[in-house]
């Protein structure tokens, strides 16, 4: 694991980003795992510029996002479609049909997930799976439980999801109460991890996620089985870490 800790939320997105764009520059063809949430806004920002000074192209990249709400409308401004629309797919020129997301709509949910996890499989292995993290250590939407499921399910949102989002909904009424998301199984695959965390509101889950047991009970920590993972904090996120050097 390689943790690096920032003072600025420029200078962190600014690296995370440069990990995306690099990949890009020296794969053209690279697989890329993509994340969702308010952590990834600043990555995508930086992204979209280093693309508009002709860098390099996203026309032979394919991505796959790591969930999607459950009957959400795809065009809701709070679906993950709509967030990767405005963060990054409408400033970039990735094919649409390049650009996966589970289908969050799909009338047989079950066949949507083989659906899902079979397109990944197709396309390879990921290359770059960006990864924020939640509070309660969830990946994804893959939140504490007995057992972690290894490939694209169906969750029950737990309520601390639930919050959290609420900020980005009218209510917490309307914050849908079910998701897909790719499983654990399938982000551990990935050749490399960037895991992306800001905040003290943050700080607690780090050090359970990559310094406490490896458990289910914090699905984040079974990142630290990764053999390329990289950890991007900032200063706040980073303030319980004991004995890792920035
Ligand atoms: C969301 C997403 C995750 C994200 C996490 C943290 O619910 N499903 O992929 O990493 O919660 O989000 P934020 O970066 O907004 O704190």
Redesign the pocket.
Known sequence: MNTLIFDTDDKLGEAAANILSGLVQTKPRAVLGL?????PVGIYNQVVSDFKRGMFSFREVTTFN??EYVGLPVDHPESYHSYMRHHLFDHIDLPAAQAYLPDGNASDIAAECRRYDELIDRAGQIDLQL????HNG?I??NEPAHALIRGTHVVELAEE?LQ??ARYFQSLDEVPKQALTMGVGTILKAKMIVLVVKGADKAAIVQSALQGPITTDCPASLLQTHPHLIVLLDRAAAEKLGGTSP
Request: glycine residues 30%.
């Open positions: 994340a969702t949430g308010g952590t790591l969930d990864l924020g993290l939640g969830h994804g939407f999801t959290a989002n």
